[in-house]
Every structure is written in structure tokens, then in C-alpha cells.
């Protein structure tokens, strides 16, 4: 950020998009320039559309924030394979059957202490909550357990205070679950279908998370509500949100939503950071169920993780939200090491307006006539 008036994108996140063609051709090849002919080089600086359309074919920096980087290959000669499939053997015959009666033995005696508590005490609020949120505590330390998680936290521990929230990068749905283990985050989600929808409509409701549905639109609205109502009050859960809007990778930051630096209170950033010598924490939704992905969590050889919790943040005179949206996302990509990128992750979930194509296509037409009359 250049000017604090004005939020700019840095030159090398939009070369990000411009890579030499030439780069890609097969070794020793090159491009030809007949005299008189249209060449490469020609049609690719006719417009600066084209030049987008051919840097995208090649890799674009959207949709590799939404990619699963598959580990290299190790089993690949006979002294190497193997050891392999005794790592498979151990995996799958041992310490997944060991992770699946822990996560069982934990379920038990959540739900055995959970029931008595949430329908015994229904008149004595504060000391259900309180039960309630240690119960939660202990069943998401269950879950870490199961994938032999190897957390580092980092930092003051969260307490409860009026006027503040906390934000962090979003790589999985075990993100709030990585935290919840530490402090009884309320968190403000994406309502889910099937059993974790279940979780979120009985269990996750008694500590006050905020549902959404992306494809409704007057829920913008009520949850905006929502998150002004919790954040004044002095007894609630710390809110935690992740203005991302969606799992990215865990080596690239897209740009933060508004929402939760528009509430006039104190912003807490957490950074996020799993290392992928054992497995790759990244969700895909679009691809993997959340079952399957606790799956793979549970026959690897463990999740390797760091958590930071940062300098709290306030709004600057003169910033704006989305000026101090993009202060804060600094401040995550530096500590976690993430690459920042000028998209909106919610391009993940819907196609450009009629309105932006067709002054990509007018904008195309004008360029092409003018090389014309050029000619």
C-alpha cells in the first residue's frame, strides 16, 4: 500500500498472470516469423485480452490458490518401495484403527456428559455455557488426536472481551477445530448439509455461531446484525471469522471481505500455517467430501501445524475497511508466509456479470478494428 488514501495492487501480483509464452515452447524450439504473415508475437499484442486469455491457459493465479499440490513421488525403485508399503501397512492397519477408537471414546463421553448437561440445565445459563464450552474444548482435542495432530500455538492465549474479533486465513474446516481446542471460538460459517449441518444446528449453536448461505442474499443483511449484536456483548464466545470466504490452499491469501472491519471493534488476526511433509490440510469442497477429508487427515502420519496469534488491530484515521482489511491481511501472509493475491475467493462459487463480459468484448472488437485499419 502506497498511499494510505488509496489501496493499490503491487505490479508483481498482476505479472503473476503474465508469463513468456516462450517459456512453454519445447526445447530449442522457437517461434517463426514468416515475412508477411500473421505471427505469434502479432496476435498476442493485438489486445491485452488475449494476452490474459493466453496467460490462463497456461497457469493463472486464481485457480492456483484452489489447487491440491500433490507430494512428489518417493516409492519409485525397489529399495524405496518397500519401505512404502510398510508405511501403508502402518497407516491404514494400525493407527487409523487406533484414531477411530479414540475419536469413538471421545464422542462417548462428550455426548454422555454433553445431554445430562445441555437438558438438566436449561435454567442456569451462564453454567450450561460455561460446561458447555469446556465439552466442546475437549471433543475438538479428540478430533486433533485422531490425526496425531502437532500443533505449536503461538502467542497470548484469547481471552473473552467486549468489542473485538478475531480473523484468520482459512485453509480446511479443521481450522476451527485447531482453534476451538484452544479457546471456545464463536464462529461465523457457511451452513453445511448432512452430518457436520447436524453439529452446526445443536452442538455448535450453544456457543453462539452465526450461520449463512451464500446463495441467499438477505442473509447478508441479518448476519451483519448478527455480528453487531455479539461482538457488544461482554459474556459471548470471541467471534471468530474468516474473512477469506472460502479454503484457499495455505500458500496464497485472496482478499479479506469488509464485514468483520466494519463493526468498529478491535481486530485480532490469527495466522495459519500446515506444514505438508505428512499430508496437505487444504479442503477442496468441490472435489472431497469433508468425510473424506477427515479420512485422509486420519491415515496420515500426522498434521503438522503452527498458529499464531497476533497484535490486536484497530482502525487508523482516515482507513477505510477495506484499506484496513488489506493491513491485516499483511500482516497474516508475512507471519505465515503466504502469497498475497488481488482476487475475491468468492469467484470460486460464480461466473463474471453479463456487464464485465460484454466490455471485455467491446473493448476486444475496438482493439481488433483499430489493428485493422492499421493494416
Not at 479428540?142 to 484468520?168: D, E, I, L
Not at 468483520?260 to 472431497?288: H, M
Not at 487427515?297 to 477505510?320: F, H, I, N, R
Amino acid at each position: 500500500m502506497s498511499d494510505p488514501g488509496k489501496l493499490n495492487t503491487s505490479s508483481s501480483e498482476l505479472d503473476l498472470d503474465r508469463p513468456n509464452i516462450e517459456d512453454y515452447l519445447p526445447s530449442g524450439a522457437s517461434i517463426h516469423e514468416p515475412h508477411g504473415q500473421l505471427r505469434l508475437r502479432d496476435l498476442l499484442d493485438i489486445s491485452p485480452t488475449l494476452t490474459e486469455a493466453a496467460g490462463a491457459i497456461i497457469d493463472d493465479s486464481f485457480t492456483r490458490c484452489f489447487k491440491s499440490n500433490p507430494p512428489e513421488p518417493w516409492n519409485w525403485n525397489v529399495y524405496l518401495f518397500p519401505l512404502w508399503c510398510c508405511g501403508v501397512v502402518v497407516r491404514y492397519g494400525i493407527l487409523f484403527p487406533v484414531r477411530v477408537i479414540v475419536l469413538t471414546i471421545g464422542w462417548i463421553i462428550f455426548l454422555s456428559a454433553y445431554i445430562p448437561v445441555h437438558v438438566l440445565l436449561k435454567g442456569h445459563d451462564k453454567l450450561r455455557k460455561k460446561i458447555e464450552r469446556y465439552l466442546v474444548e475437549l471433543i475438538c482435542s479428540f478430533f486433533v488426536a485422531s490425526w496425531t495432530g502437532v500443533v505449536k500455538y503461538h502467542g497470548p492465549r484469547p481471552s473473552m472481551r467486549p468489542k473485538q474479533v478475531f480473523v484468520s486465513n482459512h485453509t480446511s474446516m479443521i481450522d476451527f477445530i485447531v482453534l476451538e481446542q484452544m479457546t471456545p471460538f464463536a464462529v461465523i460459517m457457511q451452513k453445511h448439509p448432512g452430518w457436520v449441518g447436524l453439529l452446526q444446528s445443536t452442538i455448535l449453536d450453544s456457543l453462539g455461531c452465526i450461520w449463512f448461505n451464500r446463495s441467499e442474499a438477505k442473509d447478508r443483511e441479518t448476519v451483519a446484525k448478527k455480528l453487531r449484536d455479539h461482538v457488544q456483548g461482554s459474556d459471548n464466545n470471541p467471534l471468530l471469522i474468516f474473512p477469506e470466504g472460502t479454503c484457499v490452499n495455505n500458500h496464497y491469501t485472496v482478499m479479506f471481505k469488509k464485514g468483520a472491519f466494519e463493526l468498529g471493534c478491535t481486530v485480532c488476526p490469527i495466522a495459519v500455517k500446515y506444514n505438508k511433509i505428512f499430508v496437505d490440510a487444504f479442503w477442496n469442497s468441490r472435489k472431497q467430501s469433508f468425510t473424506m477429508h477427515l479420512l485422509q487427515l486420519m491415515t496420515s502420519w500426522a498434521v503438522v501445524c503452527d498458529v499464531w496469534y497476533l497484535e490486536p488491530q484497530t482502525l487508523k484515521p482516515g482507513e477505510t475497511a477495506i484499506e484496513f482489511a488489506e493491513r491485516v491481511r499483511d500482516i497474516i501472509s508475512v507471519r505465515a508466509g503466504l502469497k498475497k493475491v488481488p482476487w475475491d475467493g468468492y469467484l470460486k462459487y460464480s461466473r463474471p456479470s453479463p456487464k464485465h463480459r460484454e466490455l471485455k468484448q467491446q473493448s476486444f472488437a475496438e482493439t481488433i478494428l483499430r489493428r485493422l485499419e492499421e493494416r
